[in-house]
């Protein structure tokens, strides 16, 4: 039985404000009575919010709109808490969070809600982009490029802070002309890390700066393509497992398990299942 001060949250909120009431008055609560809440802080809550941010891309990419309503309520949840967190640390509320997102919002997009700019409409997507980087150029001022690539968060997936750190520096020209000087240091970076496993077996640290150059080059390559790098791994990942089932539940019906296996037996299945793709089947 719910306790009788706590009736009216049990009651289902009829529109926006008081929706995001109810659930910020439900996380103060939890916050004070709540020994696990209690005892939380921003660093704590940290590996939460990775969390729920990657199952709300992943229910995006499965077009699960179900379960995506369910994520982004476990997103809001996460924002309301560090809100409330930095609320007792009279540093911040979610009032402050929300006004400063819409100024930003406001100022990013003069073209929209500025008086002055009615007659400067943004007319394409590039337009908006173009107008939306300009803007945040003008926010940085004299920030050096640096510290700008600093500012890249270390929280990102490695693929997509490489993408982003080398976007920005060839933003002050610090980038090849063309896509080949890109795939000569794929090309530098692979044979340096064939000598260093053939001098350096057993050097973990010298084999791990070797791959890590590799692997950033590669980066390069995906960013003069215009392709995703993070969205690349996750394909072919994806098609791994798909033929490396097909390879277990193959063997499975001859009788076999992969174990028992050669690698040639096994390859001549993946190749088999490589053909099944290409036709479709």
């Known amino acids: 039985m719910v306790k009788e001060k706590y009736i009216h949250l049990c009651e289902t909120a009829d529109d926006n404000e008081k929706a995001l009431t109810r659930l910020y008055e439900i996380v103060k609560i939890l916050r004070s009575e709540c020994p696990w809440d209690r005892v939380q802080t921003h660093e704590s809550l940290r590996p939460g919010m990775l969390e729920e941010a990657y199952e709300t891309v992943d ?75 300009n803007i945040k150029e003008q926010e940085r001022g004299s920030e050096k490029t640096s510290a700008r690539l600093t500012k890249v968060p270390r929280a990102l997936p490695a693929l997509t802070r490489a993408f982003k750190v080398q976007k920005k520096a060839a933003e002050v020209g610090f980038d090849w002309d063309d896509i080949s000087g890109a795939f000569d240091k794929v090309r530098e970076e692979t044979r340096e890390l064939t000598e260093c496993c053939q001098e350096q077996p057993a050097d973990k640290e010298a084999l791990q700066e070797e791959l890590g150059d590799l692997l950033f ?8 393509l215009g392709i995703d790098p993070e969205a690349s791994l996750d394909y072919t990942i994806d098609k791994f497992i798909r033929r490396f089932t097909h390879v277990e539940n193959s063997a499975l019906a001859c009788g076999r ?17 490589k053909k099944l793709e290409r036709s479709g089947q």
């Open 59 to 133: 229910a995006i990419n499965n077009q699960d709109m179900v379960n995506l309503r369910e994520e982004l309520g476990d997103v809001l949840l996460q924002v309301v808490f560090h809100s409330i967190l930095g609320e007792e640390e009279s540093r911040f509320d979610l009032k402050d969070i929300i006004n400063e997102e819409c100024e930003k919002m406001i100022r990013r997009h003069p073209h929209v809600f500025l008086q002055e700019n009615a007659n400067n409409t943004a007319k394409s997507i590039d337009k908006v982009l173009e107008k939306w980087e």
């Open 217 to 224: 080059s590669a980066v390069n390559v995906s960013r003069f």
């Open 257 to 273: 398990a992969l174990e028992d296996m050669s690698l040639s037996e096994m390859d001549e299945l993946w190749d088999e299942a």
